[in-house]
């Protein structure tokens, strides 16, 4: 074995023990060997780059499985790290820009139900002024059980109101007419208000409810009859509110949706379509419904494609967004976009048709499907697909 | 599913004779094992990547044909190189004009032959590339075949030998000397890489 070969044995580590202790001293001594043995690396490293780089042209792949009637599986590209890299952000920009997005509808609509809420106390007060009880011309202020801080804040709130408005609330009520009452009156439907001072204000430490003579022309639809008002009575009916407060519950804005396709090539050459094949175009996709129309969703679809008679599998992960539009006898104009990486590349869908609602929950849909594939390794290829969609929607 | 990866060259072979599907995975597989080396060795042998193309298409259809036939293959990549070679010599043979064409093609567009659009942008190695290329190519065909045999497709000796021919012994002297070829011509450069 020539030094040439030694050397090269030594790079590959492959060199007897001997061999090699005999060699590392004879590197050690001469300078000429060390200066071989550095270019032998380089062209050990150059052979190891191109075994990597040298392919067959894909078309010549193609065309030789095409003569021998198979059909070739993509094998996991080797030492595809760039691509890989490139998924791989994409992924995260995209997850991280959906989170961005999810969060920020939340927000929104967190803050959205602290308006409802504030609406909702400020009815419960008004309810709570309310609660007084006519029983022939004399109306009992039923004592309310709510605690002394809520009262105050109800008195705050009372602050509050502009004085024009309670001077048209008290009318056909003299203030000064009857000091008992505290510039408290009854409005049309026979209920206690409130009524400002002179100075518009009204004293915070509001004075007990206390019985109050009315006089005869005061309310003029007020029951006549005396009401027996049962020990049980709810002091407070909210009934109106309850299906507000419960349905803001947030799993409610979330919904899944299974989708099956089925496409027919349009631009790859020597595709004639495939069979229906279920199983290798389906699509999972979990939306939020951030509006009454459109729905924003993380989906994960599993497609077959097909480039120079290669046929792809992607699993792709990515973002949706949907719509739906204005129902009629359940039937709605809906549609989706789906955008999404995968080990190969990217894959779009664009799909459109109608929605039709067959239960509160459930809703199916049938439309046409846009499916572009593309393939971004080394030459950029793609692959499209036109076809019919079917999918079902869960609502919660 | 069988994961047929893990099947040896010998049963992948018998394999090629069952039907569909189990057929088709077996091609696949030893495709993907061996088309990266039987390709680097048409290319350097010929010099020409649509020639390459062809030699390598040929040699596929006939192994698989071979195969089917019931011929045991116990190692595809010689069997393979040895079809791609046969084929070369006929054709040099039958027209002696065209290897003129190949040998001009081989030396003047050497850096179009390698394919380069991976995602590889380190222009110092696509220069030890280029480089290693060169120096190959510019090597007498004997000397050329034996280096990528052993180098690029690592073929043993032995299968060399088979291969071309000839005896191990001179099959590791073409490999000697075609290294030390590389290797000086290499040198004037390699220091400008390093």
């Known amino acids: 074995m020539n030094s040439d070969e030694t050397l090269i044995d030594l790079i590959n580590n492959v060199l007897p023990e001997a061999e090699r202790q005999k060699m ?11 200066d071989d043995l550095s270019v032998l690396i380089k062209m050990e490293h150059g052979i190891k780059l191109n075994k990597e780089d040298i392919a067959e042209p894909e078309e010549v792949s193609a065309a030789l499985f095409n003569k021998l009637g198979y059909n070739a599986i993509p094998a996991v590209p080797e030492g595809n790290v760039p691509a890989s890299r490139f998924n791989l952000s994409v992924v995260l920009s995209l997850a991280s820009s959906l989170i961005l997005l999810v969060t920020v509808l939340l927000f929104v609509e967190i803050n959205k139900d602290t308006v409802p809420n504030q609406k909702f106390i400020n009815h419960l007060a008004a309810g709570f002024e309310n609660t007084a009880n006519t029983i022939g011309n004399k109306i009992i202020a039923q004592k309310s059980s709510v605690k002394p801080e809520t009262k105050n ?8 109101i502009p004085p024009k408005k309670k001077k048209y609330i008290a009318s056909g009520i003299n203030p000064g007419q009857d000091k008992t009452n505290s510039g408290n009156g009854v409005d049309s439907a026979g209920l206690t208000v409130l009524v400002p001072d002179d100075t518009n204000t009204v004293p915070s430490n509001e004075p007990e409810f206390t019985e109050i003579e009315l006089k005869d022309n005061m309310i003029d639809n007020s029951i006549p009859v005396e009401i027996a008002i049962p020990d049980n009575l709810p002091v407070l009916s909210i009934s109106e509110e309850q299906p507000a407060i419960k349905g803001e519950s947030i799993i409610d804005d979330f919904s899944l949706e299974f989708g099956l396709s089925q496409g027919y090539y349009i631009n790859t050459s020597g595709i004639k379509g495939t069979a229906f094949a279920p199983y290798e175009n389906t699509a999972f996709t979990i939306y939020y419904d951030f509006s009454r129309f459109f729905s924003l969703g993380l989906s994960f679809s599993r497609d077959i494609f097909r480039i120079d008679n290669v046929d792809y599998r992607p699993d792709s992960y990515g973002i949706a967004m949907s719509f739906s539009g204005q129902e009629s006898a359940g039937f709605a104009p ?4 789906f955008i999404g990486v995968n080990e190969p590349g990217a894959l779009l869908k664009i799909n459109t048709g109608v929605s039709y609602r067959a239960s509160p929950n459930i809703s199916l849909f049938l439309g046409l499907g846009f499916q572009d594939f593309f393939h971004l390794s080394n030459n950029f290829k793609d692959s499209k697909k036109i076809g019919l969609v079917f999918s079902i929607k869960y609502s919660f | 599913m069988k994961n047929y990866e893990l099947y040896s060259d010998k049963e992948l072979v018998g394999l090629l004779r069952k039907k569909h599907p189990v057929c088709n995975n077996a091609f696949n597989i030893l495709y993907g094992r061996y088309r990266k080396k039987l390709f680097s060795y048409c290319l350097f042998l010929c010099g020409n990547r649509d020639y390459a193309s062809d030699l390598f298409q040929e040699a596929w259809i006939k192994f698989d044909a071979s195969a089917k036939k019931g011929t045991e293959i116990e190692k595809p990549l010689p069997y393979l190189i040895s079809i791609s070679r046969k084929a070369y010599l006929y ?19 050497l850096e179009d032959i390698i394919d380069y659009s991976s995602n590889e942008n380190d222009i110092e190695k696509k220069e030890l590339m280029n480089l290693i290329k060169t120096a190959v190519g510019n090597l007498d065909e004997h000397y050329r075949e034996a280096f990528v045999l052993k180098r690029f497709d690592e073929l043993t000796y032995g299968e060399m030998s088979e291969i071309c021919g000839e005896t191990v012994d001179c099959m590791k002297t073409r490999v000697s000397r075609a290294t030390s070829m590389v290797k000086d011509y290499l040198k004037e450069y390699i220091k400008e890489l390093i």
Request: charged share 30%.
């Open chain 1, 334 to 337: 809906a549609g989706n976009i």
């Open chain 2, 91 to 109: 054709n040099l043979r039958k027209e002696s004009a065209r290897s003129k064409i190949i040998e001009c093609d081989c030396n003047e567009n």
């Open chain 1, 153 to 160: 804040d109800f008195a705050a709130d009372r602050n509050t």
């Open chain 1, 24 to 34: 590392i001293a004879g590197l050690a001594g001469s300078k000429v060997l060390r």
